[in-house]
């Protein structure tokens, strides 16, 4: 898998985003470059490190490619379509690839503190490590606990305003929300250069949708709006929409079906055969006699849970029963004899 991000930062791989909060900013206060100045160059790369992590992990897109790719999902290639069942919305010609390009580890610094860094002198000249474009320094006479005065990731001053984020629907089959898959996505947008002049390109977002995703669920990609002077580019959200289908629908985590069947079937045996959402054949015998609003469960047969996806919901079997419209006075006094007390 290459870098363990999660060793880096010293958490499980269940970690919250709380837990890797609170993670992230004790190891970045202690390995900050301008708080090392004896071995700068160590507290540097460890800096780094910690500061990729944290990036990677925190945002739930990248976290998940990481977690079915690696590192190497994340800088290189992702494994082909026939090789993982992934799908594409874009058909045309172009990447196929998803490349993640670590951010400036002080502009994830400064971007959760409000700061870049805390340990400078108290002129203007700053640390060595300081936000590009100009340090914003704060005496080391106040100690680490310079943080609580201002809560996680509070600015210290006005910054530009961040534009409203930009949401999409993704229609996803039942299917694909059982068995996972991966989606591209070809956006258009408008970058601006160093002198606020904008020009348009083009990108490919790769979109990794975990078994038992639920409709509503949403994947952020950060700041993927169009960017314009003075303001914080808007993030792309797309939100998982579930098509209809064909034969189940989902409760939750179970699955429901229903089954028409006969009055003389539900008074004397039916069986259920169903093709599974991941190809299986089930054979299901209801030797029960089948009421009104009977219901038979089949256990772990419904979608995975997204937590564990080797646990499932279950399959709940729903019956449609036939009555005949009319019946002969032969008829009515067979059953008469047969159903008699």
């Known amino acids: ?62 976290r998940a490619i990481y977690d079915q790719y690696g590192e190497e999902g994340l800088k290189g290639q992702v494994p082909p ?14 990447p196929t690839t998803f490349r993640f390009n670590p951010r400036n580890a002080d502009d994830i610094f400064a971007e959760f503190f409000g700061f870049s860094s805390p340990f400078g002198g108290m002129g203007g000249g700053g640390g060595g490590s300081g936000m590009r474009g100009g340090s914003r320094s704060f005496g080391g006479i106040f100690g680490d606990d310079i943080f609580s005065s201002f809560g996680e990731g509070r600015p210290m001053s006005q910054g530009p305003r961040k534009a409203p984020p930009i949401e999409n629907t993704l229609p996803c089959s039942l299917e694909e929300l059982y068995k996972g898959t991966t989606k591209k996505m070809k956006i258009s947008r408008e970058i601006a ?9 083009e990108e490919i977002l790769t979109i990794v949708i975990k ?94 849970i997204p937590k564990d996806p080797s646990k499932k919901g279950n399959l709940r079997i729903k019956f449609n029963i036939k009555f005949p419209a009319r019946l002969t006075s032969e008829q009515k006094a067979g059953i008469k004899k047969l159903l008699a007390p």
């Open 193 to 201: 250069d160093a002198s606020g002049k904008t020009l348009p390109v």
């Open 81 to 94: 379509p026939d090789a993982g069942g992934a799908s594409f919305f874009h058909t045309g010609d172009g």
């Open 211 to 304: 078994p038992g995703w639920k409709k509503g669920t949403k994947i952020t990609f950060p700041e993927k709006g169009n960017e314009q002077p003075n303001v914080i580019a808007a993030d792309l959200v797309f939100v998982i929409d579930e098509k209809p289908h064909s034969v189940f629908t989902r409760d939750g985590n179970d699955l429901v079906v229903t089954q028409k069947v006969s009055l003389a079937e539900a008074l004397t045996g039916y069986t259920v055969r169903l093709t599974t959402l991941d190809g299986r054949s089930l054979t299901i015998p209801i030797n029960n006699v089948i009421y009104p609003n009977y219901e038979e469960l089949v256990p772990r047969e419904g979608m995975p």
């Open 1 to 62: 898998m290459g870098v363990d991000y999660y060793k880096i930062l010293q958490v499980d791989k269940n970690a919250t985003d709380d837990e890797l909060k609170k993670a992230y900013r004790k190891l970045a206060m202690k390995w900050h470059p301008d708080k090392n100045p004896t071995n700068k160059k160590e507290a540097e790369t460890k800096f780094k490190q910690i500061s990729e992590a944290y990036e990677v992990l925190s945002d739930p897109q990248k």
